[in-house]
Nanobody, 129 residues
């Protein structure tokens, strides 16, 4: 089972996009979700994460105040709302799922990379200047 990230596209600097992460046929309500991105020639970068209940979130400093992670477990979807986009935000964006026994638990970003259960196909975001 793979996650599906969608919503990427071309946007001008200063604009906004909302990415979605879903898993058809799989209940994401038991999983904390993290968003990552990777630009060509650069290392993968953690951006944001959200606990399975949705009450706890974590953000990288590079996106704090501009990106917001949220989820709708009834819709089985996690979102990444991105605003004030910059050309340096251009990258392929991925979501990853990690099972947590407790709904308010939020693993560290590194834990998603080392022991994720599901990893999504990426969606490309291009920000023009």
């Amino acid at each position: 089972v793979q996650l599906q990230a969608s919503g990427g596209g071309l946007v001008q600097a200063g604009g906004s996009l909302r990415l979605s992460c879903g898993a058809p046929g799989k209940n994401l309500g038991y999983f904390a979700i993290a968003w990552f991105r990777q630009a060509p020639g650069k290392e993968r970068e953690a951006l944001a994460s959200i606990s399975s209940y949705g009450y706890n979130t974590n953000y990288a400093e590079s996106v704090k105040g501009r990106f917001t992670v949220s989820r709708d477990n009834a819709e089985n979807t996690v979102y990444l709302q991105m605003s004030s986009l910059k050309p340096e935000d251009t990258a392929t964006y991925y979501c990853a799922a990690k099972f947590t026994h407790e709904g308010n638990a939020l693993p560290a970003f590194d834990a998603f990379l080392t022991s994720y259960e599901y990893w999504g196909q990426g969606t490309l975001v291009t920000v023009s200047s």
